[in-house]
């Protein structure tokens, strides 16, 4: 029988092991897949930590996937959209699954709050117990879970699997209100925020600042349609930081605020960056990361501001990966170059590290990590 490596997580803090697990044959309705990329996100990394109490280690993580199909179980020959797939077709695999058929699901519109709550790709634990390989921190992986759902796409891995982190940034811009003449501060741009300054610029914003402390995600985010860049590095959080993005918007604050920096400190600020009567639309603190003060009059009240929150995706989960795909599909920006490393699966717990350590990988910045488990 074949098997599979996987990179485990085997308790908060690592260490990562590489464990051999047999390669299933797919049953009715199910796939196995060839891993060719997974990306790594922030989530990630507070996971590895410990910092999000769902989780039961060992555990398998990786849940921005793309692969090949080299296995179909009875019954499965076409993928969401209706388009029929085969052996060797590329597909991108949205990692949340739902029954379709609850009360949540059906009547709320919020299958993340499924009443069945099965179990995601990427957040397998304990990895032991049911189908092992459901992380995409592996060479193969089952698409066992009920409610799964996958696209073919054309698209290369490297760009594919950038979907996942651009079916929550479109969630973000719809929580945002952005439209067309929207003046939009994306507030941190690793992957997710670099995603929300492309698709603010799709949408029609009239003007996109990009905010952060690393010079090459800056760059980046320009080439990805940010009009002006705002480097804090330098800058004391507070006053002087917010003086530096209303100056780059043109001497006033932004109608939206998409808060992408992952820190109860970061969402704090991002308040001040917004003009009155605008939203912030806080995406980044998706695992608990503490408080920060908050004034209800002078923070929100006397400035007639909306915070809203974006959880994952949301709603349209699924619909708005498909989204993601055909927008990264247009072709006319540079999304292949928001991949910064490729690394083999023996160097997950060293990639995961780089995360929380200052963003640094074999001695460049990290922009997005990238698992090659052919590697």
Do not use: W
């Amino acid at each position: 029988m074949a098997t599979s490596r996987a990179a485990i997580v085997t308790g908060p803090g690592g260490p990562v092991e590489i464990r051999d697990y047999p390669v299933p044959t797919p049953g009715p309705g199910e796939a196995v897949i060839r891993v060719e990329l997974c990306g790594i996100c922030g989530t990630d990394a507070h996971v590895f930590h410990g910092r999000l109490p769902s989780i039961t280690f060992p555990a398998l993580l990786g849940h921005e996937i793309v692969g090949t199909i080299t296995a179909l179980g009875p019954g499965l020959d076409r993928d969401f959209a209706g388009q029929p797939v085969t052996i060797g077709d590329r597909i991108g695999v949205f990692p949340a699954t739902s029954c379709g058929t609850c009360y949540e699901c059906v009547v709320l519109r919020r299958p993340g709050q499924c009443r069945q709550k099965p179990q995601s790709y990427g957040f397998k634990s304990p990895v032991e117990v049911g189908p092992s390989l459901t992380g995409g921190f592996a060479e193969y992986l089952h698409l066992a879970n009920p409610g799964t759902v996958f696209y073919r796409t054309e698209l290369p891995p490297e760009v594919a699997i950038l979907a996942e982190p651009m079916s929550v940034a479109l969630h973000g811009l719809h929580r945002a209100g952005i439209g067309l003449g929207s003046t939009v501060v994306v507030q941190g741009v690793g992957a997710i925020g670099l995603m929300v300054v492309a698709a603010a610029r799709a949408a029609g914003a009239a003007r996109v600042v990009a905010v952060d402390g690393n010079a090459s995600r800056l760059a980046l985010a320009a080439e990805l349609g940010a009009d002006a860049v705002v480097d804090i590095s330098p800058l004391d959080p507070g006053a002087p930081r917010h003086a530096a993005v209303r100056d780059a918007l043109g001497g006033t604050g932004a109608t939206a605020v998409v808060g992408c920096s992952g820190s109860p400190a970061g969402f704090a600020e991002a308040i001040g960056y917004v003009a009155d009567g605008g939203t912030l639309a806080e995406l980044g603190n998706f695992t608990d990361r503490g408080t920060t003060a908050f004034n209800p009059y002078t923070d929100l009240l006397k400035r007639d501001i909306t915070i809203a929150g974006v959880y994952g995706a949301g709603p349209d989960m699924q619909a708005r990966y498909l989204r993601a795909l055909e927008i990264l599909g247009r072709g006319a920006l540079p999304f292949a170059r928001v991949v910064s490393h490729r690394v083999p699966l023996r160097d997950v717990e060293l990639a995961l590290r780089s995360l929380s350590t200052g963003y640094q990988l074999n001695g460049s910045d990290v922009v997005k990590i990238a698992i090659d488990p052919s590697r």
